[in-house]
Each structure stands twice: as structure tokens, then as C-alpha cells.
């Protein structure tokens, strides 16, 4: 075990029901400060602090947990004693998710990340680490630009002092049981950012990498067996999913498209059956699971199911109602990215670089996804059904992403402006 003395100190932003936050804690970090703004989920957080859980941990202990709106604290409410090594969290990713109206900046939650922003120019951490969904990538700025939120990030983070290098993990292959991608950015006020750990697992096995863990053998060692957690298909939806093969669900109807005449389809929500030779679809923060063949019977994956998919500990009590549950579970971070992360977070802070920030360019991977985006967008952006509309009275301006964050009032006055479309 790390002595308290020698645990690297972490403040926390949207921590949600603690998933990134158990994964720090693994790695051998303190939580100083955990700031959520749903009660409910704060709640939880109370609920699992300072006990041993069943893996042997006792998580949060002395940590503060702060049932508040970011955009009304400042870093030294976060923080009031200095020296804070990190700050991590994740802004709500709704704005920017590829399964949502993908408003970005538009929507107000999108806006959050100049929150994070701000704290980290407030505490100046000697690192940080930021968190999103992978659709944050191409996320569109206020021109309408894709990649214009991710190199706005990159560009913010660089000018407020830090070492920036971002890349897309996939959790499967790091050993999960769950295919999850997400976008992380990892900071430095010192030397060049860390690099991300080369992955330990691929789809198929070779000399260097083992083989996915699938959800059969996660079932195996891990299903449910309090049969009154289980939903089984409806009178109306069993006759039409039961014959599906695995790995395969209800087709939604595509809308037709120029470079897809026969239309943009996928699979309708709630309909998907999980194909047990490959990791778990990314749960969902929705009771509509992807459904499982097991034990003979059909049904869906269940709340304790998906809290182990993620990586909680199997007794984490989970507050609020059963809409909350799920939401918390599902929308959580997986535990393994916080514990590898950190990791690396904790072996770069052993041997802290005394140089200044170096820029790094960012990833020719990304680069890629947005170019393929902007062209996808330019060939078939008028047909979809989304499109990106800019409130009425109010010019595409950078304004939408304001150069320097003010809190509260510059939130207030973006707010303002969104609100008249």
C-alpha cells in the first residue's frame, strides 16, 4: 500500500457515481475534493466513502465530496490548501456524443469544458487529465468546423501552461469485458506530456497482445443470479427479436444519402443481442441494456451486471431511483482507464521534468477522423436529420467558445444567447 504521504492529490470534477475516481484510487492517488452537481449521485459517492469494500479497498478517505455547480466555485473552494498534483474529470459529453443532436458548443453542457479550463488555470495543477466521449474528436466549433472543439482544447490547454497529448482508448483493449472508447487529453506543466500505455489486448491474439476478454467468460464468472433483476422481451418485441442471431439487431430505417442510397441505418435502440465471443457493446446510462442468451433464457443485462462491466466493486451501493441507477452506471468512466491512466500520472510525477511545456501536435489518427468527417459532411450534410443551426439573431462567431473563461458570467452570457434558438 502507498502511505497518504506519498499519494499524489487529486481534485475532481463532474465525478458522477466515482468511476474515473475508484480507478485513480487504485493507482495510488487521493481524492482531496469530488464535485458533482446531482445530489443522487452525490449520494452515492457518501454512501461507499471511508469502509472497506469487498475488493479490500477503503476509497475517499478525508476527501471532500461537493454537491455543487462548478460554474459557482472557485479553485480554492476546490482547493483550499495548495499543491494540488492533478486535476481530472470529465465535462458532460452529451454535446458532443455521436448519439446525440451533437449541438457542441450550441448546447450549454458543451460549454462546461471552459469550467474545466478554468480550474485548471486557478489551481495549476502540475498535471491534469480531461475525459469525453470519442465523438469530441469531430465535435463541430461554432463555425461549424469538425475538429474545432478538439484543437480549441488543445490550443487552450497550451496557452494556460501545459504539455498536451491526446489519444482515443478503447477499454477492451486493456483487458475490460466492455468495448468503450473515449478521448482522454493528459496535461504537464513541465516537459513533454506522457505517452499513453501501448495496449495490452487486440480483437485477435497474436505474440504480443492476448485476445479480447469476451462477455461469455465474463457471464461465466460474473451473471446475475437474482432472477427478479432480470427483464425479459415484451409479448409484442419477443416474437420479433427471437430469432435474431447474435450479434445482430432491429434495423432502423435508414434516411437515404447521397454516398447512401440505401439510407444511414442502425440498429434500433434496445433491440441489440450481445454477441458473447466479443467484449460487451458500451453500456448505457438507459435500462434498455443490449439483451444476452444465458442460463436458456433471453433478457437483459441487469444493473449489477453492467456496475462490474464498468469496474465497480460489487458491493457499490448505488443511491437515487432506478432511472438514476442506471444513468450513474451506464454514463460512468470505466474504472480500468482511471487505474492505467494514473499509472502513468504517478511514474511521470516520480521523475517530474523541470523544462518547460512542449507543444505536441495532435494525433495524425485525429487528423484523419475529422478530414473523413468533413467530407462525409460536405457530401451528405444536407440530408441529415440533425442539421447544425445556429440560434436566430446570433452570427457564427468564436464567442460560442470564449477565449478566456470568466465562470459563472461568461457561461451567463453564451447561455443567453443560445437561449433565442
Keep these: 500500500m502507498v502511505s497518504d504521504r506519498k499519494k499524489p492529490r487529486y481534485v475532481s470534477l463532474f465525478s458522477g457515481a466515482g468511476g474515473l475516481d475508484i480507478g485513480l484510487e487504485r493507482a495510488g492517488m487521493a481524492g482531496i475534493s469530488l464535485c458533482e452537481l446531482e445530489p443522487a449521485f452525490c449520494e452515492t459517492l457518501r454512501a461507499n466513502q471511508e469502509f472497506q469494500h469487498i475488493d479490500g479497498r477503503n476509497y475517499f478517505e478525508g476527501s471532500r465530496i461537493l454537491n455543487a455547480d462548478i460554474r459557482e466555485l472557485s479553485g480554492a473552494d476546490l482547493s483550499p490548501k495548495s499543491g494540488i498534483e492533478i486535476v481530472v474529470g470529465g465535462p458532460p459529453c452529451q454535446s458532443f456524443s455521436s448519439a446525440g443532436k451533437q449541438k457542441s458548443v450550441l448546447d450549454p453542457r458543451g460549454l462546461l469544458v471552459n469550467e474545466f479550463i478554468r480550474v485548471v488555470e486557478e489551481l495549476q495543477p502540475k498535471m491534469f487529465l480531461f475525459e469525453n466521449v470519442r465523438g469530441l474528436v469531430t465535435a463541430r466549433d461554432a463555425e461549424g468546423e469538425p475538429g474545432g472543439v478538439i484543437r480549441y482544447l488543445i490550443d487552450r490547454f497550451y496557452e494556460a501552461g501545459y504539455s498536451c497529448r491526446a489519444m482515443l482508448l478503447n477499454s477492451a483493449d486493456y483487458g475490460s469485458f466492455q468495448r468503450r472508447v473515449r478521448c482522454f487529453i493528459i496535461g504537464s506543466r513541465r516537459g513533454v506530456a506522457p505517452n499513453f500505455p501501448s495496449p495490452t489486448h487486440q480483437k485477435q491474439a497474436d505474440i504480443f497482445q492476448h485476445p479480447w476478454n469476451p462477455l461469455k467468460i465474463f457471464l461465466e464468472r460474473n451473471a446475475d443470479k437474482d432472477t427478479r433483476s432480470y427483464v425479459y422481451p415484451t409479448e409484442k418485441l419477443r416474437p420479433q427479436i427471437h430469432g435474431l442471431p447474435d450479434g445482430s439487431g432491429l434495423k432502423s430505417k435508414g434516411k437515404a444519402e447521397k454516398t447512401r442510397p440505401g439510407g444511414h441505418w442502425g440498429y434500433r435502440q434496445g433491440t441489440f443481442i450481445a454477441d458473447l465471443n466479443l467484449p460487451a457493446r458500451t453500456v448505457t446510462g438507459s435500462s434498455s441494456q443490449d439483451w444476452v442468451r444465458w442460463d436458456g433464457v433471453l433478457?437483459?443485462?441487469t444493473l449489477q451486471e453492467i456496475k462490474l462491466l464498468q469496474g465497480f466493486p460489487a458491493d457499490w451501493e448505488i443511491r437515487g431511483t432506478k432511472t438514476q441507477h442506471f444513468?450513474?452506471?451506464?454514463?460512468?468512466?470505466?474504472?480500468?482507464?482511471?487505474?492505467?491512466?494514473?499509472?502513468?500520472?504517478?511514474?511521470?510525477?516520480?521523475?517530474?521534468?523541470?523544462?518547460?511545456?512542449?507543444?505536441?501536435?495532435?494525433?495524425?489518427?485525429?487528423?484523419?477522423?475529422?478530414?473523413?468527417?468533413?467530407?462525409?459532411?460536405?457530401?451528405?450534410?444536407?440530408?441529415?436529420?440533425?442539421?447544425?443551426?445556429?440560434?436566430?439573431?446570433?452570427?457564427?462567431?468564436?464567442?460560442?467558445?470564449?477565449?478566456?473563461?470568466?465562470?459563472?458570467?461568461?457561461?451567463?452570457?453564451?447561455?443567453?444567447?443560445?437561449s433565442n434558438g
Design 299 to 301: 433478457r437483459r443485462l
Design 327 to 418: 444513468k450513474q452506471v451506464g454514463n460512468a468512466v470505466p474504472t480500468v482507464f482511471g487505474e492505467l491512466l494514473g499509472g502513468v500520472i504517478r511514474t511521470f510525477l516520480d521523475d517530474y521534468p523541470r523544462s518547460s511545456p512542449k507543444k505536441i501536435d495532435m494525433p495524425r489518427s485525429f487528423r484523419g477522423y475529422i478530414e473523413y468527417t468533413s467530407r462525409d459532411q460536405e457530401r451528405n450534410g444536407e440530408s441529415r436529420s440533425v442539421p447544425l443551426q445556429f440560434p436566430s439573431g446570433v452570427k457564427k462567431s468564436p464567442k460560442f467558445l470564449p477565449k478566456r473563461s470568466s465562470g459563472m458570467k461568461s457561461f451567463a452570457l453564451v447561455k443567453a444567447a443560445c
